[in-house]
């Protein structure tokens, strides 16, 4: 069994900088991608970022590339998502998970943190 902990959201004015962070317990996810998708208040689940197990390929929402980078460290079993220039579309409770990509492309959430909420102002 996996366990994932956000960390590191809250409220930040637009423009500005946010790191959510997130640690992992249970067992080693190296064999796991790593991703953050967000929930924006009344809206459906959406893809923010996910890294491959290695640290190496990432891929962005087109909404985010340029301004969010995602990353791990697997000797400390931790992922983070540094954002910067928030805009209060950003506004979202945002859930770290581990992820099984298949060779077509396809995620597969195994893992879900609790989640972390991040509120962008105006």
């Known amino acids: 069994q996996v366990q994932l902990v956000e960390s590191g959201g809250g409220l930040v004015q637009a423009g500005g900088p946010l790191r959510p962070s997130c640690a992992a317990s249970?067992?080693?996810?190296?064999?796991?991608?790593m991703g953050w998708v967000r929930q924006a208040p009344g809206k459906e689940r959406e893809f923010v970022a996910d890294?491959?197990?290695?640290?190496?390929?990432?891929d962005y929402a087109d909404s985010v590339k340029g301004r969010f980078t995602i990353s791990r460290d697997n000797t400390k079993n931790t992922a983070n998502l540094q954002m910067s220039s928030l805009n209060p579309e950003a506004t979202a409770v945002y859930y770290c998970?581990?992820?099984?990509?298949?060779?077509?492309?396809?995620?597969?959430?195994?893992?879900w943190g609790q989640g972390t909420r991040v509120t962008v102002s105006s």
């Open positions: 998970a581990a992820v099984l990509l298949s060779q077509q492309g396809t995620r597969e959430y195994r893992y």
């Open positions: 249970g067992r080693t996810l190296g064999c796991y991608s």
């Open positions: 890294i491959s197990g290695s640290g190496g390929p990432t």
